[in-house]
Every structure is written in structure tokens, then in C-alpha cells.
């Protein structure tokens, strides 16, 4: 008994061995793959077969404009003070020309609650082309605030203040600077017989009722007094009075209806596109019809209406990035220079001392 039993038990203990290497077998069967020994899948492989990238294709820059060339170097501008024949001091800043005799004299006049910086860039501009300009601070602004009276008092203007007279007495002003232009003419520095006048908004009035004055002088038998005003560039002309102060009797004068003139207002400012537009029609019968189709139109042209689509009006028109600067440029070059043997320079010392 005691061997069957010692058999029976071998047999059960090689029974059970097997049975757990099976499973231990199974188990490692089952079990996931270790991970650091797993052979990746191919990559997916498409039917054509890619070809390689090929080298980017050189794109064209941009032409890059060349430096301008330098010329000689712009004189300075120079602060001056001028008197009027009313005894206001006025301040103004001149851009001296480079062209000496051939030098085209420019007056410009701001507008309302404007001061002569306002025309600084355009000044230096037209500096740069050979034109000498002078733009002084109307009375009652910026620095020309001061004016003297007979018995040697002085009273302070205030441009809030200032009255439809007082307006009208600022041709005194825009006087002043030809006074000081004349002695720049009588030095060989400009030609003053080509002047020109640049108003914005209540300066574009002023320019006008000067222009009025201006051809309105009489010669004297030795000296040729005024008639030197040849053009007129007015922006943004209002389309109502200012404090009573208008153009319309000075735009009735035949001299002034016949004088090169061009008017520049923003289409979006919609009173002084109406106004220039008005005022370009008003004075077209005044000067001669030319064809659309002249190739030579340009030359005789006298009359310009620019409008460019902005909402801007005065000296603003003027700002970065605006075209009004170079069409001013052109105006002056059609008019004004290419028309200097029309406009022979002349030595205008008055014979009489003043």
C-alpha cells in the first residue's frame, strides 16, 4: 500500500509541474510585447512614388529706387520781422531760393486760427526746386500779436477777437513780406516780378483781395509800383463769408479774373469742393477754351482745379503723403518758369527812397 501510495503521489507532483509550465507558457503568450523591442510598422507607402522637393524658385525683389542725389545744401530759413504800414509787428520765417534772378517768390498765407509753420514742409519743398517763399504769422496769431499805436502805445490781438476790419487790415500783412521780397529782388536773390500767392481758407480771401490791391496800384513814371502777382494757388476756399469778409468784389476785378489761378479742396470736404468747383466755372470764360485733345494744352493752360479724394481741407492738404505739394510744383513750373522770358527780372529800386 504504502508504494502504490508513493507512486500515486510522483505521478500528481509531475501532473501539477505541467500544468503550471503550461500556464507560465501561456501567460508569456498572452502578455504584451516589451515595448523597447517592438518592431515598428512599416510607413505608409503611396501608390506613385513622391518625387524629391525641388529648390525653391528665387522670387524678384522689389526694385529698390535708387538714393537721390545730393545737391548743394538748402540755405537756412530764417526768421524775420517785418512792420506794417498800421504798425503791427510780424513774424515770418523765408526760405531763401537757389535760383537767384529766376528764383520764384511765393507769399504764403494760413487760414483761420493757423500760424506760418503750417507751410513748413511745403516751403523747404518748393525750396528745394530753386523757389525762395516767405509765410508769415497773420496778425493776431502765432507770434505777431503786438501792434503799435500812433500815440506809441501798444494793444495785444487776439485772433478770437479779431473783427471783420481787423480781417480786412491783413492785407497789410501779406504787403509787408512783398515790401521785404522787393528788397530780395533789388539784391538779385529772386525775380519778383513772377510772384505768387498760396492761401488756405481765410488766407485764400486774403490772397485774392491782395492780388486786387496788388494790380490795382498805380505806376509811377519811373517806377513800376505793383501788377506783380502773376498766380494764385487757393485751398480749401470757404464757401461763406468769415466774420462778414469775403472774395467776391476782388474775383469782380478784370485784372484778378485773368491771373493763372488753381484751387485744390478735398472731394470729401464737400462746401469747398462745391466752392472750387464754383469759382474754377465762374472764371473759365475769362481765359481761353482749350480742345481736351491739344497735346500742347498743358503749356497754355491757366486755370486748375485739383481734388484730390480727402476729407482734409487748408494747410492739412499739405500733410504726408499727399500729392498737393507736387501739383503746386507744377503749377508754378507751367506758369510761373517756364514763362521767366514773359516775366523779365527788373531792378525795382523806388527812385523816391521808400
Same mark, same amino acid.
Given at each position: ?37 517592438? /518592431? #515598428? =510598422? +512599416?510607413?505608409? !507607402? *503611396? $501608390? &506613385? %512614388?513622391?518625387? @524629391? /522637393? #525641388? =529648390? +525653391?524658385?528665387? !522670387? *524678384? $525683389? &522689389? %526694385?529698390?529706387? @535708387? /538714393? ?8 537756412? %530759413? ?277
Amino acid at each position: 500500500m504504502h508504494g502504490r501510495g508513493w507512486m500515486v503521489g510522483l505521478v500528481a507532483l509531475l501532473l501539477s509541474g505541467a500544468i503550471f509550465m503550461s500556464q507560465v507558457m501561456t501567460a508569456r503568450a498572452q502578455a504584451p510585447a516589451n515595448k523597447g523591442f517592438q /518592431p #515598428k =510598422a +512599416p510607413p505608409f !507607402q *503611396p $501608390k &506613385a %512614388p513622391i518625387p @524629391p /522637393p #525641388k =529648390a +525653391p524658385v528665387p !522670387q *524678384p $525683389k &522689389a %526694385p529698390v529706387a @535708387p /538714393p537721390p542725389k545730393k545737391g548743394p545744401k538748402l540755405p537756412e %530759413p530764417e526768421d524775420v520781422s517785418l512792420e506794417t504800414k498800421d504798425g503791427v509787428s510780424i513774424k515770418a520765417t523765408f526760405y531763401p531760393g537757389t535760383a537767384k534772378k529766376e528764383a520764384v517768390p511765393i507769399i504764403m498765407v494760413h487760414g483761420y486760427d493757423g500760424q506760418r509753420g503750417d507751410f513748413h514742409s511745403l516751403a523747404v519743398y518748393l525750396q528745394g526746386l530753386g523757389h525762395a517763399s516767405i509765410a508769415p504769422d497773420l496778425r493776431g496769431h502765432g507770434q505777431s500779436k503786438v501792434q503799435k499805436r500812433a500815440d506809441g502805445t501798444t494793444i495785444t490781438l487776439e485772433a478770437e477777437k479779431l473783427t471783420k476790419p481787423n480781417l480786412e487790415d491783413m492785407v497789410y500783412d501779406i504787403q509787408a513780406c512783398k515790401k521785404f521780397l522787393m528788397e530780395k529782388n533789388n539784391a538779385g536773390e529772386l525775380n519778383i516780378e513772377q510772384l505768387c500767392v498760396i492761401g488756405a481758407d481765410l488766407g485764400a480771401i486774403l490772397a485774392v483781395r491782395w492780388a486786387a490791391g496788388d494790380w490795382s496800384l498805380q505806376d509811377l513814371p519811373a517806377y513800376k509800383q505793383g501788377k506783380d502777382v502773376k498766380a494764385l494757388v487757393l485751398l480749401s476756399p470757404p464757401s461763406a463769408a468769415i466774420k462778414g469778409l469775403t472774395m467776391r468784389e476782388a474775383l469782380a476785378f478784370p485784372p484778378v479774373q485773368q491771373l493763372s489761378m488753381m484751387f485744390v479742396a478735398g472731394t470729401k470736404d464737400s462746401k469747398s469742393a462745391a466752392e472750387a468747383k464754383k469759382l474754377y466755372k465762374s472764371l473759365e470764360t475769362h481765359h481761353p477754351k482749350l480742345a481736351d485733345d491739344d497735346q500742347d494744352r498743358l503749356k497754355r493752360q491757366e486755370l486748375f482745379l485739383v481734388q484730390p479724394e480727402v476729407s482734409l481741407s487748408g494747410t492739412k492738404l499739405l500733410g504726408s503723403g499727399s500729392r498737393v505739394p507736387q501739383d503746386i510744383a507744377k503749377f508754378i513750373e507751367l506758369r510761373l518758369v517756364n514763362r521767366k522770358s514773359d516775366f523779365a527780372w527788373q531792378d525795382r529800386k523806388n527812385p523816391l527812397g521808400n
